[in-house]
């Protein structure tokens, strides 16, 4: 049975790098003989939000919810519509309604592409940061108080639920157990935060008790920044409430070069709803409309995409063609923000061919 997948490029170079995914995809479709059916919407988009007033229509969730994987371009165009509005209508209505709890950014240095980190070689860097993507810091529990006066208050509360902690920590540690390394590393603060960061840990050692193959290790929020500075190559699988998981997966992919080639998921683990594949980079008002924005993080994300639906194998072949292209560095073909001459339907088309074999 084809496997439907909704297509919502969005803004931007958004327009520009989906068309490279879905060719990418299209060619590990043929190759491993697998069956997708891409179906566009135009909703998601500034230009959808001038003309009707909003950024989805009011039955996107009927729409979507039976596809088996939403692909994303960017979303955003500030000089038509404030951020805000462009983003929480979008993309967040699409990580909370369809509930995809997770995450998850690869970080990986590839060949060809310069660590900001001095002596980083391939190899060096190659981790996940598994972010928890519905509660935690970012809750609507709070207020404020005697607005204007002298005693203002404000306050928000952070929300963690057994369910929703033990359920990001058990995707984590599987994730880790897929990995040679096995090893997770926990993100807390719980000498600072002394309610919710203890708790955090808690369930971290709970949940470590049934799987014990897996090493595991925690840092305080702070060091763990610098480690990744300094020590990446100490990471494996990186696990953070929703506020330092942010932190970590900007991070994580910035020590690994340019934001053109990090891809992300926001996943369903369980499948209830569809999840979400979607390059980090945004809309890129900057450079769009000139066909030089880098297609890798889009090609990528369709990478992830396909490991989701059950494809390992095409999965790796879609990453394996992109690092082969990055380490030819044949310049005709990369894009200039990797010291190329090329556009983005040269390293588009280069890396589909190579996923043809
Ligand atoms: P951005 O990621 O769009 O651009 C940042 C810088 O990186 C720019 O100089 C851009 O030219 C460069 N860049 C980004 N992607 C590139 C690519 N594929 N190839 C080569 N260079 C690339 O971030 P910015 O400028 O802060 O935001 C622009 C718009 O995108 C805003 O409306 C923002 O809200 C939105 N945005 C959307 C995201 C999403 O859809 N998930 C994520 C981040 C921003
Ligand atoms: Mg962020």
Not at 63 to 83: R, S
């Amino acid at each position: 049975m084809a496997h439907r997948i909704a297509v919502i490029a969005g803004d931007g170079i958004g327009t520009e790098v989906m068309p490279e995914g879905i060719r990418a995809l299209e060619a590990a479709a043929k190759r491993f003989n697998l069956d997708l059916a891409f179906t566009t919407f135009e909703f998601g988009s500034c230009d959808y939000y001038l003309e009707h007033g909003k950024m989805l229509p009011d039955d996107w969730f009927e729409q979507l919810k039976d596809f088996d994987a939403l692909f994303y371009g960017a979303v955003g165009w500030p000089d038509k519509v404030p951020d805000h509005i462009s983003l929480w209508g979008s993309l967040l209505q699409f990580r909370r309604q369809f509930d995809q709890y997770i995450n998850l950014r690869p970080c990986k240095l590839m060949p060809g592409i310069k660590s900001p980190l001095a002596g980083r070689e391939p190899g060096d860097i190659d981790f996940y940061v598994v972010r928890e993507n519905t509660e935690g810091e970012y809750s609507s529990v709070g207020g404020k108080m005697f607005a204007g006066t002298e005693r203002e208050i404000v306050l928000q509360e952070t929300v963690m639920s057994r369910i929703g902690v033990d359920r990001v920590l058990k995707y984590a540690f599987d994730l880790a157990q897929t990995r040679p390394r096995k090893k997770l590393t926990s993100a807390t603060k719980s000498n600072g935060i002394s309610i919710t960061m203890p708790y955090w840990d808690e369930r971290v050692a709970e949940m470590a008790k049934q799987y014990p193959d897996i090493a595991v290790d925690k840092f305080h929020i702070d060091i763990l920044t610098a480690n990744f500075v300094l020590h990446p190559d100490w990471f494996d699988v990186v696990v953070g409430s929703n506020l330092f998981g942010d932190i970590l997966s900007d991070l994580g992919p910035a020590c690994t070069g340019t934001i053109g080639i990090a891809p992300s998921a926001n996943i369903n683990p369980e499948g209830k709803f569809p999840s979400l594949f979607e390059p980090v980079h945004g809309s890129a008002p900057d450079i769009a409309g000139k066909g030089v924005a880098n297609p890798i993080g889009q090609i990528w994300s369709g990478a992830m995409m396909l490991e989701h639906l059950g494809y390992k194998e095409a999965s790796e072949a879609m990453v394996n063609a992109i690092e082969a292209i990055l380490s030819e560095g044949n310049s005709q073909v990369l894009t200039r923000d990797i010291g190329g001459q090329g556009n983005t339907r040269s390293l588009g088309q280069a890396i589909a061919e190579r996923i043809g074999g």
